[in-house]
């Protein structure tokens, strides 16, 4: 039997669980996927440890993005976000992914919204905000960073090719001219609150939001009173784990199964 499971800490509400366990059962896979709440002290044990059972694969999720990032061999897009969300062990050492990235990309395409020549704002500074930034100058945007610290916004432009770091208080401005908006702040998480004045959002904006509880958050929700087109953070949820389950297993995902697995869950 083939083990992969997700580690962070805290991990018990992880959505990875049944999102995967449905697409091994639907594609007959002899397979599990558990949770491992590790200790932040002894993160690096954990990670050896898990190689050493011969575990097949992890999803990282926070706090251990970083820590992952340090352990494995590191592909070229978790090298430029400087993070790892997937591991794979293989023959040759533990390699590292980054389908945060690659989610949202996915998550991106699978609602025609082209990012090639757009003006992205994402808004946020930390780890999903690189994550989403690097992704969205991929795919050939123009990202534009604004952060309430605005220190933060432009160290993460400097990083991001062609990418200018603002204030807040710029964003309304920067809505006005922009094409996506991505919320990378925690503000929404399991509150009515977003980050996004509601008078800057017009239609020709696509709103894409990292936060998924609750599915529908402030932010998406002014976003679509204003005739915006809207992208949930399930999707990213969903097309990181599309992607983690296709490297790991070379099978294509059932991706309609674990949608709903995942929003079952939710
Ligand atoms: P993650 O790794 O999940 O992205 P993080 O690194 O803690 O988490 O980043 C959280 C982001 O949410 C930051 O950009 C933070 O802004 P600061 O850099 O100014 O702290 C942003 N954030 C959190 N609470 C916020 C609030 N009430 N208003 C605006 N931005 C907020």
Redesign the pocket.
């Known amino acids: 039997m083939d083990v992969y499971g997700i580690i962070g800490n805290p991990v018990e509400h992880s959505l990875s669980p049944p999102m995967h366990q449905a697409a091994f059962r639907e594609r007959e896979l002899d397979a599990e996927f558990v949770t491992f709440e590790a200790d932040p002290d002894r993160i690096e044990e954990a990670f050896r440890g898990a190689e050493a059972l011969g575990i097949d694969g992890l999803t990282v999720t926070?706090p251990f993005k970083h820590d992952a990032f340090e352990f494995v061999e590191p592909d070229d897009r978790a090298r430029r976000v400087g993070a790892v969300n997937t591991i794979d062990f293989t023959e040759d050492g533990p390699v590292g992914y980054n389908y945060d990235l690659s989610g949202t990309l996915r998550a991106f395409e699978h609602h025609d919204v082209d990012l090639e020549g757009a003006d992205a704002v994402v808004v946020?500074?930390?780890?999903?905000?690189r994550a989403i930034a690097f992704g969205f100058e991929e795919a050939g945007a123009t990202v534009s960073i604004a952060?309430?610290?605005v220190e933060?916004a432009h160290d993460l432009a400097d990083d991001v090719p062609g990418a200018s770091g603002h204030g807040?208080d710029e964003l309304p401005d920067l809505m006005a001219d922009a094409d996506v908006v991505a919320n990378?702040?925690?503000?929404g998480l399991e509150s009515d609150e977003s980050?996004a004045p509601a008078d800057a959002w017009h239609e020709d904006l696509t709103a894409f939001d990292a936060v998924y509880k609750p599915l529908e958050t402030r932010f998406l929700k002014d976003a679509q009173a204003a005739g915006a087109q809207t992208i949930g953070g399930a999707w990213m949820l969903l097309f990181q784990g599309v992607e983690a389950f296709e490297m790991w297993t070379g099978e294509d995902a059932p991706v309609e199964t674990m949608n709903e697995a995942l929003r079952e869950h939710l």
């Open positions: 926070l946020g500074a930390g780890g999903a905000a952060n309430r610290t933060k807040l990378a702040t925690s503000v980050v």
